[in-house]
């Protein structure tokens, strides 16, 4: 089924202090509204964004967003999500508050796999604190905390149950979850995060920023590849010619160690291998310097906001002998990725003349890369 990710940014947020309302306040270098899209955005499961906006706001606010469809909200939370629902066109629906910037993607995933089986579903904390009763700063008595949950979003539904049960409501709904139930809808209750904390005071920003601290994203990817021998008088093994009687064959200048390298940021980012950015069969790549796949690799991992730990390459042959070369290779992706030296390996071994590379028929490259996004 499509599914629809509804973010709320129509409310004014008073109570989080500052001059511009709180989901466009600056958190760790990106509006909270767009940290709060940006697990919706690349979630494969989620085919269209919806993001509600008041009318008497600037464009200019929500220009670190990621790409939405943009709607103007109402006077109340309800009315901005009804028409959120009207612009939506999954038949699924999660609607979220902009004023959560934490929400992971498990969270995400927990919601979509209950509405295979539910109208609706939404993620929750069960109440563990003693909770009072009490008034002029004197405690009257104690609330029995069973069964109580702290609500959290994005509350998930099938949309158009959701909507007609928003166009029959006639009261000031505080939640989605609270619509459908007064409609007769079941909603399921996933576990939620105690991360995935709502900004509502000024004291929250600062709780938000040390989560951010403490969170990262981080990937590994691997990368293989083959090339046979041919004529020649060098061989390219990473950024580095070495002489040798014969020549490594393929469309570009055969360099296996840089291939695999580049692969393996590839492979990080889920963006897939060199043939997919760069055709074998489109000619302008004929005899290309390897240089230009692994420089595009690096540039995709940092426009996305990665930075490359660390990266391990093994060549495997019986000759030439890779040692008095390892120095050069190693310097020579440093300088192509940006990086110290000593965030690169490159090492060789053999295959105990076993295979095609024990024949002296090629050589094949295993590389591996760490990508950190802070």
């Not at 103007?72 to 508050?97: F, N, P, W, Y």
């Not at 083959?226 to 950024?239: A, E, K, Q, S, T």
Request: hydrophobic share 40%; net charge negative; glycine share 10%.
């Amino acid at each position: 089924m499509t599914i629809t990710a509804i973010i709320v940014a129509a409310g004014r947020g008073t109570r989080a202090g500052g001059d511009t309302p709180k989901q466009w306040q600056m958190l760790h270098g990106k509006t909270i509204a767009a940290r709060a899209m940006r697990p919706f955005a690349g979630h494969p499961a989620i085919s269209q964004m919806v993001l509600v906006v008041h009318p008497d706001d600037d464009p200019v606010l929500w220009a670190d967003t990621p790409a939405a469809t943009i709607v103007k909200g109402g006077a109340t939370r309800q009315a901005s999500v009804r028409a959120g629902l009207q612009a939506a066109t999954g038949e699924l629906v999660l609607i979220h508050d902009a004023a959560r910037p934490l929400i992971s993607t498990a969270v995400i995933d927990r919601v979509i796999a209950a509405l295979a089986h539910h109208t609706g579903a939404a993620p929750a904390i069960a109440v563990t604190d003693t909770l009072w009763q009490g008034a002029s700063d004197r405690v009257n008595g104690v609330q029995d905390r069973t069964g109580l949950y702290r609500a959290q979003t994005p509350q998930g539904f099938h949309r158009a149950p959701l909507l007609a049960a928003h166009l029959a409501c006639d009261t000031d709904a505080t939640d989605d979850v609270s619509v459908a139930c007064g409609a007769g809808h079941h909603v399921a209750i996933v576990a939620g995060d105690e991360n995935n904390i709502k900004i509502t005071t000024p004291g929250d920003f600062a709780r938000a920023e040390q989560l951010l601290g403490q969170t990262m994203d981080i990937r590994c990817g691997n990368g293989y590849d083959v090339h046979r021998f041919g004529p020649g008088d060098h061989v390219w093994l990473c950024g580095v010619k070495v002489p040798f009687d014969r020549g490594l064959q393929g469309h570009s200048d055969a360099d296996v160690g840089m291939h695999a390298v580049t692969d393996a940021i590839y492979g990080a980012l889920g963006r897939g291998d060199i043939g997919q950015h760069f055709p074998p069969s489109d000619p302008q790549w004929k005899g290309a310097e390897s240089h230009i796949f692994l420089t595009h690799a690096v540039t995709l991992a940092r426009d996305l906001g990665y930075v490359i730990s660390n990266v391990d390459c093994t060549l495997v042959c019986e000759f030439p002998k890779i040692g008095p070369h390892q120095p050069a290779m190693k310097a020579a992706l440093a300088h192509i990725m940006g990086l110290d030296a000593d965030r690169i390996s490159v090492k060789a071994t053999t295959s105990e003349r076993l295979g095609f590379t024990g024949r002296g028929e090629g050589i094949a490259a295993i590389a591996t890369a760490t990508l950190v996004k802070p």
